[in-house]
């Protein structure tokens, strides 16, 4: 009688073949994966650190986003930057550890501000010096600080560290005299000869380029980083400025314990550089000046 193949046999070679075949298509070769002939892939060992700065726009955040954080991405460091419109929620979010640092704030408003609020936190380099400039309110028309009216209303800020900077720019003018010694801590109520019977707004330093619009205001003293935002060029637009010589250096502000930190130093390295010094000579024409210091 004729006996049909068993067919058994046929599929046991099939699936031997099959099992030969996935074994050699999974097969990892020398020096790739994970355990320990591989380790790591490549792309996890490589992970970019994170180090986040807080910043004022103009200039600290655009000098960080346009030259500190692509080089700072070939170290390895993937920087982020938090743009602060004001000049007291850095210092608190670097307090409270929510920033690595901080690049906003001259020395005289660091320490101002320790004082006031018991904390600790220290520059580790300086970048540059942003030279305060006097604007004329819209409608005027006065071309330098004698052609000020008597009585005449100057909108200055109600920071007691940058209104004692300010008064001493008017002193330097020739307009008020102050008390002896007072120097940056000057207020206005430290202001002891005042031949044109001027007049003080104070403010929030970021409303002063806004005063600019109010009719009652002659003059107003605006820090170099809002005037940029408001669109101001502080070397044409600015009647009077502060000169090259400002004492005001701009730094990098951390906890003391950051100090030593590589991800900080390399930031500073970077500020420090000869690359950023050309960006802002170039950017800023004379409104932003370089000044490169590491404490």
Sequence with gaps: MFRRPFKGGAIFLVLAALLILGACGTKTAPGEGTGPAGGESKTDSAKPETLTVGASQEPHAQILNDVVKPKLKDEGIDLKVVVFQDYVQPNVKLAEKELDANYFQHIPFLEKTNQEKGYDLIPVCGVHIEPLGAYVAKGK???????????????????????????????????????????????????????????????????????????????????????????????????????????????????????????????????????????????????????????
């Design 141 to 295: 028309n006065y071309k330098s600080a004698a052609d000020l009216p008597d009585g005449a209303t100057i909108a200055i800020t109600n920071d007691p560290t940058n209104q004692g900077r300010m008064l001493l720019l008017l002193e330097r003018e020739g307009l008020i005299k102050l008390a002896e010694g007072k120097g940056a801590s000057a207020t206005t109520t430290d202001i002891v000869e005042n031949p044109k019977h001027l007049k003080f707004l104070p403010m929030d330093a970021p409303l002063l380029p806004r005063a600019l619009e109010d009719p009652k205001v002659d003059l107003a003293l605006i820090n170099t980083n809002f005037a940029l935002q408001a669109g101001l060029n502080p070397t044409k637009d600015a009647i009077f400025m502060e000169d090259k010589t400002s004492p005001y250096v701009n730094v990098v502000a951390v906890r003391p314990e950051s100090k030593e930190d590589p991800r900080i130093q390399k930031l500073c390295d970077v500020l420090l550089s000869d690359d950023v010094k050309q960006y802002i000579e170039e950017k800023y024409q004379g409104a932003v000046v370089p000044a490169q210091v590491r404490y």
